[in-house]
């Protein structure tokens, strides 16, 4: 009983972090998080460090939102983190996030077009002088 409360609590401990990890993909909500003070708390800046674990390949391939790694990393930053307490500085970094998903899901699509007309068969061009004559 006491091994599957403790694989319970695991589970627990591990979803929990894992959709926390993935908030700080929003600069919004890091905005909320500095101007409430919870950025310049101790406690919670080592919590912050602590979570680096997630860049870790075993545990970053459950990440849906890998940006959120990058945001972790900046979040280790004194300077960072007091100018999240800006509204315009979170509205920028939203806009920066935007440009680059932009830019990439056309990069994306045109490499997956190129790849897809790559893997068509080749059409051969008409034949030419009498072959269909009679």
Same mark, same amino acid.
């Given at each position: ?13 591990? &979803? ?79 806009? &920066?996030?935007?440009?680059?998903? &932009? ?9 997956? &077009? ?21």
């Amino acid at each position: 009983m006491g091994l599957e409360l403790a694989e319970e609590q695991a589970r627990n401990r591990f &979803q929990s972090e894992l959709e926390f990890v993935q908030c700080l993909a929003n600069p919004n909500y890091l905005n909320f998080l500095a101007q409430r003070g919870f950025l310049r708390e101790k406690p919670f800046v080592n919590y912050l460090k602590y979570l680096l674990y997630w860049k870790e390949p075993e545990y970053a391939k459950f990440l849906k939102y890998p940006h959120c790694l990058h945001m972790l990393e900046l979040l280790q930053y004194e300077h960072f983190r007091k100018e999240l307490v800006n509204a315009q500085c979170a509205k920028f970094i939203d806009e &920066q996030q935007l440009l680059h998903w &932009q830019h990439y899901s056309r990069k994306r699509t045109r490499l997956q &077009q190129a790849l897809a007309e790559q893997q068509q068969p080749q059409q051969q061009p008409p034949p030419h002088g009498n072959a269909t004559a009679k």
